[in-house]
């Protein structure tokens, strides 16, 4: 291929991947748009319903708390609602009991109002190990008894009523009235970490056909740059749990979800084997060893997989393709490995016979039958 032919070819490439990568930006401010959208309706009918019935039906003046605590529930992390309610119930009776106790002995004044607010936050942070909603409701509560208990009388029992109502009414909308979709937060979650291990395997791949150890290494620093997904997808999958348990609605999804638990527990792994895949890539062609021309291929067969994981799990099985593609994947490293690979090259091999494992796991086989399967791949 001439010189203008190949700069052609790169210039058609790059504009290929910006369109890729401009598509998927905006899909995912869409995507983000309509969270946003989600969760604000939530906090706004969370906030009127709290407000009237505590001031409608429990006759509470102004209960200006329980908005604000049917606003906290529902804007804590996604599977961490329940718990935060029961934290922020146990933070308000705490913060009620020591303020109480504190004023009853030293009385009203500026030191016994500091010695009120950081002795409720000593108690909890003990109790606790960690800030979170127990730690700030005992501290704004003690803030709020040590300064206005004086003034306005039975002011413990309004705190109480307030946190119990808004509470309530968070996890009440949540859980009965709007209740997220658990499959489409989870595919939501999970599309980012399968889209970046498709593609950078592919760059391994297209690194070790074309011998740019460069390449390997840029597609090991993306990888390497994929714990915020990571982080994101579990928390997804804590929170799809969370409505699946508390929500009516959603009950029926919980087998859907018990899968993707399961497969999220396997592509961690499998996140760990392709950047092990590119840092052996990288040093194999950085130590110029010979690479088998079976085994870009092979690796480029995974990366297939794991796209085809994806969507295959999204329409909830079978899971067919995804096995073809792991195990082929597994035979061209086997044959790759008979055809006497040097030692970097080997790691690649044995890295990527473990992912096979983990991939054919993550569609529902035991690991005894996913290892024997792969095994009998590669040494077909």
């Known amino acids: 291929m001439s010189r203008p032919d190949a700069a052609a070819g790169r210039a058609k490439d790059l504009t290929a991947k910006a369109r890729r990568r401009g598509g998927e930006a905006g899909r995912l401010r869409l995507r983000l748009f309509t969270i946003i959208l989600f969760v ?44 935060r309610t029961a934290e922020m119930l146990l933070g308000v009776g ?66 109480v009523v307030d946190a119990g109502v808004g509470g309530l009414i968070g996890l009440a909308v949540v859980a009965l009235l709007l209740p997220i979709n658990p499959m489409r937060i989870l595919d939501r979650a999970t599309a980012p970490v399968a889209e970046t291990l498709h593609t950078q395997l592919r760059e391994v791949a297209y690194a070790l056909a074309r011998r740019e150890p460069d390449r390997a290494m840029r597609a090991l620093d993306q990888l390497r740059g994929l714990e915020p997904d990571l982080a994101r997808m579990h ?35 499998v996140s760990i084997h392709c950047r092990a895949v590119a840092r052996w890539a990288a040093t194999t062609l950085q130590y110029d060893e010979p690479v088998p021309e079976e085994l870009p291929g092979a690796v480029d067969r995974f990366a297939e997989a794991v796209e085809l994981l994806r969507r295959e799990g999204r329409a909830g099985g079978p899971f067919d393709q995804t096995r073809n593609a792991v195990l082929e994947g597994a035979c061209l490293a086997g044959q790759a490995y008979r055809k006497g690979v040097k030692p970097f090259s080997d790691a690649i091999v044995i890295q990527l016979r473990t992912m096979a494992s983990d991939l054919l796991r993550a569609t529902g086989y035991e690991p005894e039958t996913a290892n024997r399967m792969v095994r009998e791949a590669a040494t077909a």
């Not at 039906?57 to 908005?67: D, K, T, Y």
């Not at 004023?103 to 950081?118: E, S, T, Y």
């Open 235 to 269: 928390e997804a999958l804590g929170g799809a749990e969370e409505v699946t348990t508390i929500a009516p609605a959603r009950w029926r999804r919980r087998t859907d979800v018990e899968h993707y638990r399961h497969g999220i527990e396997n592509i961690d792994r």
């Open 40 to 83: 604000a309706a939530q906090c706004g009918l969370a906030a009127t319903l709290s407000w009237g019935l505590a001031h409608d039906v429990l006759g509470r003046p102004a209960p200006i708390f329980a908005p604000s605590a049917a606003v906290g529930t529902i804007i804590a992390a996604l599977g961490q609602r329940t718990i």
């Open 94 to 159: 705490l913060g009620l009991i020591i303020s109480d106790l504190l004023i009853n002995l030293f009385g009203f004044g500026p030191w016994q109002i500091g010695l009120v607010v950081a002795m409720a936050i000593a108690v909890a942070l003990l109790m606790t190990g960690r800030s979170g909603a127990l730690v700030a409701q005992a501290g704004s509560t003690a803030v709020l008894i040590a300064t206005f208990s004086h003034v306005e009388e039975g002011l413990e029992w309004a705190r």
